[in-house]
């Protein structure tokens, strides 16, 4: 697993590409911010991605899957995708009778994607969460997390809510 552990002061710092290297991180794979509400982990990526990449939040895939199956996961599964706010959303939705758990999903087909097609650049997959490794594995399951190992570089974003002092 690569993963890293930085103030939220240094954030910036991944901006340059040199840090990627001296952090031993992986530019082919996505980040993956994890740290307490506030602390700056959407600013950031908002900022850091580029405008090509497509920009949800968890719940966003949840009304989604509501209004249009299982549809909803194959326009994002090709590109470089960035879903804010990992495990706000219910983890499993109904849409008509079906049960379905959107992002675990979307996780597993952007791990097929990773691990089965070769591509010149694989498209990456970008999250936040206020959950920590042991919230993440229990919210969704074991499975994700361990995908989640193979294609995301871990950031814990350590510091305090800028909300606060606001």
């Known amino acids: 697993m690569r993963n890293l552990t930085i103030h939220q002061t240094d954030l910036k710092l991944l901006h340059d590409p040199d840090k990627w290297t001296e952090y031993n991180l992986d530019t082919d794979r996505g980040l993956l911010l994890l740290g307490p509400p506030g602390v700056g982990k959407t600013y950031f990526m908002r900022h850091y991605l580029d405008s090509k990449t497509a920009k949800k939040t968890a719940y966003d895939f949840e009304r989604l899957y509501a209004e249009q199956g299982l549809d909803c996961i194959k326009p994002f599964v090709h590109y470089d995708l960035f879903v804010d706010d990992l495990g706000i959303e219910s983890p499993m939705v109904q849409n008509y009778g079906t049960k379905f758990y ?11 994607l990773y691990t089965e097609y070769k591509f010149d650049q694989k498209p990456k ?31 814990f974003v350590k510091g305090e809510s800028y909300r606060k002092n606001s």
């Open 102 to 112: 959107p992002i675990k999903t979307l996780i597993f087909e952007r791990h097929k």
């Open 125 to 155: 997959f970008h999250a936040t969460t206020n959950l920590s490794l042991k919230g993440l594995e229990s919210y969704y399951d074991t499975r994700v997390l361990d995908r989640l190992y193979e294609f995301v570089n871990f950031i």
